[in-house]
């Protein structure tokens, strides 16, 4: 698993997280997953994922359903964590979302 932290949402965002997952692990017989949001869609981050041969798989609009698992982990980060604090500066946010992902039981 593979992420970045931002204050927007862009594409520098989502290839810094692709990028993280590239440098983390083997990308052979990888298939990336996404929505369709412009993010995703943006023809460097596509680049990056051809270039490693990494298969892009996108849900249909609108339908959340076609990427479950994610959504569901966005739900878990939010109820377990985001709504539970109230974080007074940027870098409180990126220390424990880390801690979340990364070393939470």
């Known amino acids: ?14 290839i810094a997280a692709i990028l993280d997952v590239i440098s983390k692990r083997n990308t052979g017989n990888l298939i990336h997953h ?14 990056i994922l051809k270039d490693d041969h990494i298969e892009i798989s996108m849900s249909d609009k609108a339908n959340p359903y076609d990427n479950a698992k994610i959504e569901s982990f966005f739900r878990t980060l939010k109820v377990g964590e985001v709504y ?4 007074e500066t940027f870098n409180d946010v990126a220390d424990r979302i880390t801690y979340f992902i990364e070393e939470r039981p």
């Open 34 to 47: 996404s929505d369709q949001g412009l993010q995703y869609c943006s023809n460097d981050y596509i680049k």
């Open 84 to 87: 539970m604090f109230e974080y």
């Open 1 to 14: 698993m593979g992420y970045a932290l931002g204050k927007t949402l862009s594409p520098i965002l989502t």
